[in-house]
């Protein structure tokens, strides 16, 4: 009998977690709303990349995109109550919209 492969053809998608709004309580902007960096070193830490991107394209890739990209709630432990939401920034999406994007490594 032959066995099916689940994985076969699979490509794991990288995304990453572009944080809109801090704190939806005390409506408070998420950093890439307000950041003035030229450019922004993302570390992923489950998959060990880096991703350095240029913020004020970022932001416009969301904006541009946000009836097809995925928002989600975060809430984090260390911060009392406080939960923000964010994009899940697809990067070969990203990249493929002709923004700049390096990742490492």
């Known amino acids: 009998m032959d066995t099916i492969d689940p994985t076969a053809g699979f490509k794991p998608r990288h995304t990453f977690f572009i944080e809109w709004i801090t704190d939806l309580f005390r409506n408070k902007w998420g950093w890439i709303q ?3 960096a030229d450019l922004i070193c ?3 830490e ?3 990349r880096i991703f350095i ?3 004020a394209e970022m ?4 904006q541009k995109n946000r009836d097809r990209i995925t928002i989600k709630l975060s809430k984090e432990p260390f911060d009392a ?3 923000s939401i964010g994009a899940i920034v ?3 999406d990203y990249k ?3 923004y700049k994007l390096w990742v490492y490594p």
């Open 53 to 55: 991107f240029r913020p």
């Open 90 to 92: 697809d990067y070969e």
């Open 96 to 98: 493929a919209q002709d």
């Open 81 to 83: 109550g406080e939960i």
């Open 42 to 44: 993302y570390v992923a």
């Open 34 to 36: 307000y950041t003035q």
């Open 59 to 62: 932001r416009e890739y969301i």
């Open 46 to 48: 489950k998959t060990e």
